[in-house]
Structure formats: structure tokens, C-alpha cells
């Protein structure tokens, strides 16, 4: 019986997902992609695979544990197959792999389209305001000659006698049975004898295809966006994936999100602050009447309403606007000469107290 902790490199009391950590470390090292014409890492390749094939499944796993714990203790094997001690079949090792090397799954049907990404990047009142983007994309279209199936006209696939359609082989490994990929037909349980001269067999040509994006109202930065059916076609005429759009909202000099507000900063006018003002204060769809109250201080805010990011059903959030105060640099000899008498006939000390809390 072999022993798969040893094999994947871990403790037979590992976590799950050091385990599948594991795999994923010795998968992308041996792996035939990365080793092409490397029969020693293939084999490594698929020693781990079978490893994790058991010990990535909680059920398989106490299944391996009870059997190992039975065999040391000088019990017999038990009978193997695909009805065997564990029953056959696949667990999540399919979706692991694909994750690693965004393979389509094999299940011997014609496989559904892969899904498209693209960034798309948007101004900041863009995103907030809504917008209609035009954008190319590469992508694939099914070959109208063959109608998607990669076969001749008058022609088409026929059934891999190898693994009758299914796209998979048996194979008895131990007391387990793995599926694998049909090596005839490449899983997809469909073999193309007269290939289109079109497309080369694939199905597919190549493609830029223009679309146009309706930016909804208040879209956020990371926000994905999809579009059924956009993505590349599926294999012998199966659908087509889906294409997502991933926002990127750029920044704004001015303005910063923040839920559903907006914020600023708004400088003041010394004078302003100390005996009030009525100010515009510019919003991402124009300028505002602030009024600001005597004596307001640097760091105050004033809330806006309505003036935030908009909402798809109506409304909006609000605007906060965070006041500073800026104090002149420079004085003319008549600014300074009034700043000066106010200094004298100011009494508050704002310091005042300050030594006996310090005490």
C-alpha cells in the first residue's frame, strides 16, 4: 500500500489545506507542461495526483487511514475496482487542476465556452454618473463552414471508440479506480476524421468584436460586470462562456469615495471663518451654496445632502466637506496693522489651562 502522506510530503495528522497546499507546490513543479519529454516528472506528476486524489477527499482520506491502520495491523488488502474500498470515481482533484492550469474539465461532452475577462478602466464621474463605453475584444467565433463541430461539411465527429464518449478512462491504481483523460480523443469523447479547411478542426476562428457597455450609475471600483454569452464559443457547438467586465475607477484630485459619499476638503478664507461665509463648494455634477457659521474651525464638516454617489433605484448619497482654514502667508503693512489691533483686543486665550492639566 503506498503511502500518499509521504508521497504529497506531509504528516499523516495534516489539515486539509496543507495537503491541497501541497499538491498545488508539486503539481506545478512536475507537472508535463512545465517538464516537457520529462517521463521521470510525469511519473512524479502522477504519483501526487493519485495521492491527492485520495487524501484531498475527507471521506477518501478516512477511508486510506482505516485501511492503512487495518493492514499494520497484519489484517489482509482489500479487494480494489471500480466498486471497490472506495467506491470509485473522483473527488475534487478535477477542479484543484483545473485551478492551477485553467484546463476545461473533461466529462466527455462537447465543454461550454471559456469565460472572458477585461479590465476596463473608468474615470472617477464616470463611474458615479453612468457612461456608455465602446471596447474591442479578442476573442473566437464558431467557424460558420463546419457550424462549430470542426468537421468537413458533409461530414461529422464520430464517437471515440477508445472511451465510447465519455472522454475518460478507467484505470485501477491499488485499491482505487482513477479516471483519466482519454488519450485518443483528448476528453472531448469526439473524434474529427475530415477536418474543415476553414478552421483546421477547431471550430473556431479568431475574432475583434466590438461591444458596447452600459456603465450603470454609482459603479464602484473592483465592481465586475458580466455579459452572458460574450465570452469564447464552447466546443462543437456547445454555448459560448460569459465575458466579465472588471471596473477600475481612477482617481480624482478632489474627490474621494466612500460607500455611498463622497468627501472633500474645502479651504477657507481666515476671514471667512471667523465672521462666517456664504461659499461654492463644487459636487461631481456642479457647484453648491455652503453657508459657513462664525468662528468654524480647521477640521469642522459639513454634510451635504443628496450630493453623495448616486443609487440605480434614485437618490443619492450625501457630500461631507471637511473645512480648512488657511492662514495668509504674506501680509501688506495694512493687513498686518489690522491683524495686529485684533490681536490686542482679543481676551480668550485658547492655551488657557493647558499647565494645571499638564500637572
Known amino acids: 500500500m503506498k503511502d500518499y502522506y509521504k508521497i504529497l510530503g506531509v504528516g499523516k495528522n495534516a489539515v486539509q489545506k496543507d495537503i491541497?497546499?501541497?499538491?498545488?507546490?508539486?503539481?506545478?513543479?512536475?507537472?508535463?507542461?512545465?517538464?516537457?519529454?520529462?517521463?521521470?516528472?510525469e511519473d512524479r506528476f502522477k504519483e501526487a495526483s493519485e495521492a491527492y486524489e485520495v487524501l484531498g477527499d475527507k471521506a477518501k482520506r478516512a477511508e486510506y487511514d482505516r485501511q492503512a491502520e487495518y493492514l499494520a495491523a497484519g489484517g489482509p488488502r482489500m479487494a480494489g475496482g471500480p466498486q471497490g474500498f472506495y467506491g470509485g470515481g473522483t473527488s475534487g482533484f478535477g477542479s484543484l487542476f483545473e485551478d492551477l492550469f485553467q484546463t476545461q474539465p473533461r466529462t466527455g461532452a462537447p465543454a461550454r465556452g471559456d469565460d472572458l475577462y477585461y479590465t476596463l478602466t473608468l474615470g472617477f464621474k464616470e463611474a458615479l454618473l453612468g457612461a456608455v463605453k465602446r471596447i474591442k475584444i479578442d476573442r473566437r467565433k464558431s467557424c460558420?463552414?463546419?457550424?462549430?463541430?470542426?468537421?468537413?461539411?458533409?461530414?461529422?465527429?464520430?464517437?471515440?471508440?477508445?472511451?465510447?464518449?465519455?472522454?475518460?478512462?478507467?484505470?485501477?491504481?491499488?485499491?482505487?479506480?482513477?479516471?483519466?483523460?482519454?488519450?485518443?480523443?483528448?476528453?472531448?469523447?469526439?473524434?474529427?476524421?475530415?477536418?474543415c479547411a476553414q478552421c483546421g478542426g477547431s471550430g473556431t476562428l479568431p475574432e475583434e468584436k466590438q461591444i458596447t457597455v452600459n456603465i450603470p450609475v454609482g459603479t464602484d471600483d473592483g465592481a465586475k460586470l458580466k455579459y452572458r454569452g460574450f465570452g469564447q464559443p464552447g466546443q462543437r457547438g456547445a454555448p459560448a462562456g460569459d465575458l466579465y467586465m472588471i471596473v477600475k475607477v481612477l482617481g480624482h484630485?478632489?474627490?474621494?469615495?466612500?460607500?455611498?459619499?463622497?468627501?472633500?476638503?474645502?479651504?477657507?478664507?481666515?476671514?471667512?471663518?471667523?465672521?462666517?461665509?456664504?461659499?461654492?463648494?463644487?459636487?461631481?455634477?456642479?457647484?453648491?451654496?455652503l453657508k459657513i457659521p462664525p468662528g468654524t474651525q480647521t477640521g469642522q464638516v459639513f454634510r451635504i445632502k443628496a450630493q453623495g454617489v448616486p443609487k440605480a433605484k434614485g437618490g443619492a448619497g450625501d457630500m461631507l466637506v471637511k473645512v480648512r482654514v488657511e492662514v495668509p502667508k504674506t501680509l501688506s503693512p495694512a493687513q498686518r496693522e489690522l491683524i495686529v489691533r485684533l490681536a490686542g483686543e482679543t481676551k480668550d486665550?485658547?492655551?488657557?489651562?493647558?499647565?494645571?492639566?499638564a500637572r
Do not use: W
Open 20 to 41: 491541497k497546499n501541497a499538491y498545488r507546490k508539486l503539481a506545478r513543479q512536475y507537472h508535463p507542461d512545465a517538464k516537457p519529454g520529462d517521463k521521470a516528472a
Open 144 to 195: 460558420l463552414t463546419c457550424g462549430g463541430t470542426g468537421a468537413k461539411p458533409g461530414s461529422s465527429p464520430t464517437t471515440c471508440p477508445t472511451c465510447g464518449g465519455r472522454g475518460v478512462i478507467a484505470q485501477n491504481q491499488g485499491p482505487f479506480s482513477i479516471n483519466r483523460t482519454c488519450p485518443t480523443c483528448a476528453g472531448e469523447g469526439l473524434i474529427v476524421k475530415d477536418r
Open 253 to 289: 484630485p478632489l474627490f474621494k469615495r466612500q460607500g455611498s459619499n463622497i468627501h472633500m476638503d474645502l479651504p477657507l478664507k481666515f476671514t471667512e471663518a471667523a465672521l462666517g461665509a456664504t461659499v461654492k463648494a463644487p459636487t461631481i455634477t456642479g457647484s453648491v451654496s
Open 349 to 357: 486665550d485658547p492655551r488657557a489651562g493647558l499647565e494645571e492639566m
